[in-house]
């Protein structure tokens, strides 16, 4: 397996943890009753636990644009130092995320977006 | 193809099924004229709880998906395919085919039982293709 592969394979990885952690988070506030039902009336989520669910949904649309991009580079056999690069910084600026979300620290969590952001739209330029 | 792109292909055509039956309900409940428009202000009627619960089930799927698309390619192109995996797809599939009925019939706590198999048989795959 390629490592940009493998990068794509850990950065599931991250965002299947985000989604645990954000169910685990939202448990002590909406209630283990309210969660295993069919959630007829919507609850919000507030604190903490609402950043962690904020950070997994932003995760999933990170990860449907990600995926797409390692698999067309992959698919023209463009891999390169390069693209490596972008991977890797990818998958850190994504765990950083995950981290600051959390924190609720302004800035420096839209910053690592933004790299997440920006080597996702590396890769596809490598790929054309 | 491998066998997890079978079942990639099944559960594409099992959301698109999915999303189709909540179209035919949010129709239903909203009518055509809502439903057809740019939508620039919320339905003067609600969706039923049934269309909610099939409206719900259909955007959790999406990010289902999305993770099981990855953990099955990631397999392939990595040559990891095995019994173990091959056998995670197809529960995989088979949960989510359950979800549909016990998140509309609001099976408690079968709903969420039936996401945690899901969400391990994609764990698995993902754990699979990185050893």
Known sequence: ????????????LLVLVQILVHVLAATPPLGLPYLVGP??????????PGRCKRAADNAVVALALFAPAVLLVQARGAFTPDTLLAARAFLLARLAYAVLYPLGLPWLRTLAWL???IATACLYFAAL | MTPELTVL????????????????FANRDLGAGYTTSARDRPPSRPL???SGRLQRAVTNHFEGLILFTIATLT????????ATTQTAAWTYLGARL????????GLRPWRSVIWGVGFFATLTMILASLI
């Open chain 1, 39 to 48: 959630r007829d009336e919507p609850r919000e989520l507030t604190g903490v």
């Open chain 1, 115 to 117: 790299v997440g952001f």
């Open chain 2, 9 to 24: 292909a099944l559960a594409a055509l099992l959301q698109m099924a999915q999303l189709a039956l909540f179209a035919a």
């Open chain 2, 48 to 50: 039923s709880i049934l």
């Open chain 1, 1 to 12: 397996m390629s490592n940009e592969l493998s990068i794509l394979a850990l950065y599931g």
């Open chain 2, 75 to 82: 397999v392939t192109l990595g040559h990891q395919s095995t």
């Open chain 2, 98 to 105: 359950l979800y549909i009925p016990a998140y509309a019939f």
